[in-house]
């Protein structure tokens, strides 16, 4: 019974992707890109990390990638759909704001600086500059500042820097960092958090284009879709089915993966997801803010 509604809701979202096929293949201007971004979203939206999220908000979330023309295959890591309270985010990653800019002929970088490393911010009148000296034979490396850097095509520099405690405020809006301490992938990827943060507060403040201004913001706000109740549909709504309480004689499970967050029972999960390793910030484990 379960598998059956597994593959029902593999249908619904498949159905939903297509009812777009036409929207994303003009928004692409491309055959090729949109079917390969059609296909690699049908993967996204089929995570098992995503099984309690409602499929109509996936596919919004999809499209939306699709409108900022980014790309969700984890190689190049524009973006991300996340769960949240049985709807989703999309995350826009430092990656994805990189390919933004250089779209629109900026540039830009972000680095860390460290109480041992010189480091002078200068301000002359409307001139900004920086001198940064690592010292790369330090034993020690205790974070003072993220720095990030855009270059217009016109060459005007924009600076922004966060210091520790900056960094720690911001850290700390995020629902699963209320502690003292950082804890998950801001404990094990500090400064690469640290450097997605300072970059997504330089984006918000400079002169660009459209689509880079619609990435801000939808960046990290839960996609939800309104709801007919006047129409009701006949199809199992697995979202539904999950938070019933199914006894043992009802449904045969093989398998079951129990999430250590939610103490939810989930499908069998696979090898791997291609959300593991993704903060709520959007940052991918291995991923550098550059």
């Not at 295959?73 to 990656?95: C, D, E, M, N, W």
């Not at 002078?120 to 500059?129: H, L, P």
């Amino acid at each position: 019974m379960q598998n059956q509604n597994l593959v029902q809701r593999e249908q619904q979202i498949k159905q939903g992707l297509m009812a777009q096929q036409r929207v994303i293949k003009s928004l692409f201007g491309d055959k090729k890109k949109a079917d390969k971004f059609l296909a690699t979203a049908s993967k996204v939206a089929n995570d098992y990390k995503l099984a309690n999220c409602r499929v109509d908000s996936i596919i919004d979330a999809c499209v939306t990638v699709a409108q900022l023309n980014l790309d969700l295959s984890p190689a190049l890591s524009h973006a991300y759909i996340v769960p949240f309270k049985g709807t989703v985010q999309l995350i826009v990653s430092a990656r994805g704001y990189t390919a933004l800019l250089a779209r629109n002929g900026w540039k830009i970088k972000s680095y860390i600086v460290n109480e041992e490393d010189e480091f002078d911010y200068i301000i002359d009148g409307f001139e900004e500059s920086i001198k940064f000296k690592k010292n790369i034979d330090s034993d020690t490396e205790t974070f003072k500042y993220a720095v990030a850097l855009a270059k217009s095509p016109d060459g005007t520099l924009y600076i922004e820097i966060m210091n520790a405690k900056q960094i720690d405020k911001h850290r700390k809006v995020s629902s699963n960092q209320k502690g003292a301490k950082p804890t998950g992938v801001w404990a094990d990827w500090f400064e690469e958090m640290a450097q997605k943060t300072v970059i997504k507060k330089l984006v918000k403040k400079l002169p660009i284009g459209e689509d880079v201004a619609n990435a801000v913001a939808v960046d990290d706000k839960p996609i939800d879709v309104e709801v007919e109740s006047e129409h009701k549909s006949d199809e199992v709504d697995l979202n539904e089915m999950l938070k019933q309480n199914i006894t043992p004689k009802e449904v045969e499970v093989q398998h079951e993966y129990v999430d250590a967050d939610t103490g939810e029972v989930l499908p069998s999960k696979p090898d791997m997801s291609v959300l593991d390793g993704i903060s709520e910030d959007g940052t991918r484990a291995e991923e550098v803010g550059n």
